[in-house]
């Protein structure tokens, strides 16, 4: 690569194209044209008049050598040098003067070639200003100072006799071949290379034509008459037609203007004819229209540094704005893609949510209720709570993917009786290492004892992940787990006397996935996610989780939040239902979830009816009274959303039924769309006794409140 790259930079200090680069412009053969149309019109100009505008018979040579590969680009210019010395034959000039003008001329053009791919780049894209400004200052103008110079020495070496004074001729010779070579060249390589212009004009081929005739009959106007010296009138047409059209027409049109001014002062018109000459008896014997060209070249000179510049910029800007048009579309489409995926991705999750809750609502439900029954053996309890403990598992693990996937949710504040949250977090852990004989210690500072605000489901997350890492990975020993306050930061260390982890396990803890032993052989199950997502709710609560860990002597993970003490809150105690045996309506298209449900309200003695879709609910509720509804919110004919603002819309007392929502789509939107449907709590599928009596006494009090606000 390094190689490709020096020799691509050798490269730019050539004289011919490269055989890799695109053929565009006219044949060598139009080249060839052009160049005895310009050499016989300088030749006619000078036998006619005694003078000559420009002498662009170099600057459509070096235009060739510029856009022809090497073998065209040799032919041409062998073509031209032949041509040349044969018109200075014909033309009479001394031998040694036919050779040294087709060699000064054949200099001029080399130098300028290779010094333009050297300073233009090697596309020689002339609508850009910089390249446009680098070609007249680093190509043409050092070409053609070379060139005169030499052409001077050669003079004064070879005493050749010349009217009037040298450096005027030198001066004059300058002005033309570098005008010549600023507006021939740059205007030829513009049309070789129109199809990089045909979306740059923001004119229509109508309105195009309009600025060209206007710039052709002001330029008429202002050349036909001597009258008064208006050559500024040219210039508001020509810079609206740099604005307005792209550079290749407004290099025609510069070239058109040079023609008719050239053309009209040879011929005695225009305004410079009347340019009043100082007398000056040296210059006596050169032609009057020779010196006053110098006026004219000075004229084409601020045409050129500014018409052609303009368009190069205002080319530059359409370019530069249609691209951050096309960018800023194609930012638009990424965003409204983004937005699509996120959407389809929020409707994969909460169809997952609920696939995948569905199945387990049965599978822990019914472990749950068995694992409370009197009526099995030692071994039947171990089995069923084997089976609770692998649905639990798979439950926790289903809701760590979610929760990753979807990024999390906002977090949310409520006091906590801190000691209650730590004991029911820590619980898997605890009951886990009993199983398999560790011992587990909970510590709890009196400073740290009471109600604290935090958001309690992430914080019960946090701990239920890093102690039970600390019980699956400790083979013997125990954890310990201690609690205590620093100010509003409570501090909670989770130690084990486990494996331990080495520097390169260590480094990358908290990565999701990361597995502390990935092989097939691993004695840990686990899908590595679980310290990740520790860490990502730590640091939503404003907090942090470090690590100290040694090998095969154990681990301590260190969790500090915000969480400052709070009032505590007042609940009321007993049974998780009313006194009196209350009517609940059982509402899912599952029959194993009905009967789920079913049995756990039965032992908490209350009477239950059923029904299996959201139709059957909003009929069964406006003909009988219930004391609570369950509703599940995915069913056929009518979903549990549309069956509660039903059910709000019948009459009292049926319309003031408190209505707890039990369904597997558990995402905090699922739940505020519940909520703002009518319902008064939410739980997600699956369901123990112990969560379902908890979520009722909730959903009570909210109806309460919700009765005693609108009565007020």
Not at 54 to 64: E, R, S, Y
Not at 83 to 104: A, E, Q
Request: hydrophobic share 50%; with cysteine.
């Amino acid at each position: 690569m390094g190689l490709e790259l020096v020799n691509a930079e050798r490269g730019r200090w050539r004289l011919f194209r490269h055989e890799a680069g695109r053929a565009a412009g006219p044949s060598p053969y139009t080249y060839v044209a052009l160049f005895v149309l310009c050499l016989s019109i300088s030749k006619w100009s000078v036998y006619a008049f005694g003078a000559t505008v420009l002498w662009p018979a170099n600057a459509v040579l070096l235009a060739a050598v510029l856009q022809l590969h090497r073998r065209q680009a040799i032919g041409v210019m062998v073509a031209c040098a032949a041509i040349n010395l044969t018109s200075n034959v014909l033309r009479g000039d001394p031998g040694p003067m036919m050779f040294t003008n087709v060699i000064l001329n054949l200099t001029q053009v080399v130098v300028a070639a290779v010094l333009a791919r050297r300073f233009c780049g090697a596309a020689l894209d002339m609508r850009r200003p910089w390249r446009l400004f680098r070609f007249a200052f680093f190509a043409a103008a050092p070409s053609v100072l070379l060139s005169t110079l030499l052409a001077g020495g050669v003079v004064i070496l070879m005493r050749w006799h010349v009217p009037g004074t040298l450096g005027f001729r030198m001066h004059h010779l300058f002005d033309m071949e570098l005008l010549a070579m600023m507006i021939v060249t740059p205007s030829l390589l513009l049309l070789a290379r129109n199809h990089r212009f045909r979306d740059d004009a923001k004119a229509s081929l109508v309105e195009a034509t309009a600025i060209m005739t206007l710039v052709g009959g002001v330029t008429l106007f202002v050349f036909s008459q001597t009258a008064a010296p208006v050559l500024f009138a040219i210039f508001p047409p020509l810079i609206l037609l740099a604005f307005r059209l792209g550079p290749p027409l407004t290099a025609a049109a510069v070239m058109m203007v040079a023609v008719i001014g050239g053309a009209a002062t040879l011929t005695g018109h225009g305004p410079i004819v009347v340019t009043h000459l100082t007398p000056d008896p040296i210059l006596a014997a050169l032609p009057p229209v020779m010196r006053q060209m110098n006026v004219f070249h000075l004229f084409l000179l601020c045409v050129v540094g500014s018409v052609l510049p303009i368009t190069t910029l205002s080319t530059e800007r359409r370019r530069l704005t249609a691209r951050l048009r096309a960018r800023t579309a194609a930012a638009l489409d990424a965003l409204a893609r983004a937005k699509r995926a996120d959407e389809a991705k929020s409707r994969f999750l909460a169809l997952m949510s609920h696939e995948m809750r569905t199945p387990l609502t049965g599978v822990t439900g019914y472990a749950d209720l068995l694992s409370r029954s009197l009526h099995l053996d030692a071994e039947g309890h171990r089995q069923v709570n084997a089976v609770r403990q692998c649905g639990e598992s798979m439950l926790r693990l289903v809701e760590d993917l979610l929760e990753i996937s979807r990024g999390g949710d906002e977090v949310v504040l409520k006091p906590a009786d801190l000691r209650a949250l730590i004991q029911d977090a820590v619980a898997p852990a605890r009951e886990w290492a009993e199983i398999r004989g560790l011992t587990f210690d909970l510590h709890i500072a009196p400073e740290a004892e009471g109600w604290v605000l935090t958001d309690m489901r992430r914080l019960r997350q946090i701990l239920h992940h890093l102690t039970l890492n600390a019980s699956k990975f400790t083979m013997r020993g125990g954890v310990t787990v201690r609690v205590d306050r620093r100010d509003d930061r409570l501090r909670i260390a989770v130690s084990d006397s486990g494996c331990g982890m080495d520097a390169a396990t260590l480094a990358g803890v908290f990565r999701l996935f990361e597995q502390a032993d990935a092989s097939t052989s691993r004695a840990h199950d686990g899908a590595g996610v679980g310290l990740a997502l520790a860490k990502s709710h730590a640091e939503r609560l404003n907090g942090t989780i470090a690590v100290d860990s040694v090998q095969w002597q154990g681990s301590t993970f260190t969790l500090e939040i915000e969480a400052p003490v709070v009032v505590p809150v007042e609940t009321e105690s007993g049974a998780p239902l009313d006194s009196r045996r209350m009517k609940v309506l059982i509402v899912d298209d599952h029959p194993a979830n009905r009967d789920l449900l079913r049995i756990m309200l039965q032992a908490a003695d209350c009477d239950t009816a059923e029904a299996c879709d959201g139709r059957e609910a909003v009929n069964a509720a406006s003909a009988e009274a219930f004391d609570l509804i369950l509703m599940d919110v995915r069913m056929p004919v009518m979903d549990g959303l549309a069956a509660t603002r039903a059910i709000r819309a019948l009459a009292d007392p049926a319309s003031q039924t408190p209505i707890l929502a039990v369904t597997a789509e558990a995402m905090p939107e699922d739940a505020a769309r519940c909520l703002s449907a009518g319902m008064d709590g939410h739980l997600a599928k699956p369901v123990t006794q112990a969560k379902l009596y908890a979520a009722i006494d909730e959903t009570l009090s909210a109806a309460t409140s919700r009765l005693d606000a609108q009565a007020a």
